[in-house]
């Protein structure tokens, strides 16, 4: 299945970059969202909905829906979307993937999801990672798109969250609030943001009746060497410490 993903331009480029965050409208187009939103409401309806977690009561997921499914893995592997993630990252020579998720967040099952950073839980030794987060249906603010504080990519590592109730990172940090706090953004199918691992960023529960579907997949400095820190993703697999993820489940995309 062909996606045909846009170059994004140098000022979005430049906003990610002081940001720690961009707005990318038709990344894709919308009937290719709109084909993938059906694939992706199929996964989610059987998905196992029997965790417990703060994050399961933020969000439910389909996790590495890459790996099975060829739309979404040509989406992933897609070069454009390699020569992005690369102009973003400024000074990486390449970018692997991380991970893929599906995400839904239902009225009445989902609630907000909390203010956090990505990077805190990952075992790679630098933080030059991002996520793009891809709108499969029109997704008014009010269906819980998401906000960041602009700027936080800059503060470096400010601890975990999702790991005890009140924990998030306003909590911790009342002085993000002195940040500027991204607007309410009305996305359309296709359209997508992206945002830095470092970047504090969150998202209001969903007050509308259709559930909220998105797809995201995450990409990391390809040179990053692995740290040994415990993950479930990849403990198990053989990774060496202090060398990179030279390993199927993280492939390489060169610009």
Known sequence: MDIPVRQITADEVTFFQHHGWARLDALVAPEAAAGLAGRAATYLAARDKAGA???????????????????FAALTLDPAMGRNAVRLL???????????????KAAGEHGATEFHQDFP???????????????????PAEMGSLRFYSGSHRHGLLGRSFTRPGDDQLTQHPWLKELELSPPLDLRAGDATVHHAL?????????????????TVTYFDADALYTGLPYRQTDGLGLE??????????????P
Do not use: K
């Open 53 to 71: 977690t703060l994050v399961d009561q933020a969000f439910g997921q389909s996790r590495d829906i890459a790996d099975g499914d060829p739309a």
């Open 121 to 139: 839980w990952m075992p790679m030794d630098r933080s030059a990672m991002l996520t793009v987060w891809l709108a499969l249906v029109d997704v």
């Open 199 to 215: 970047t504090v960023h969150g998202a209001p529960a969903n007050r509308r009746r259709s559930p909220r579907l998105s797809f």
């Open 241 to 254: 410490v202090n060398r990179p993820f030279e390993h199927e489940r993280f492939p390489c995309l060169r």
């Open 90 to 104: 400024h000074g990486v020579r390449a970018v692997r993937v991380q991970v893929t998720n599906l995400l839904v």
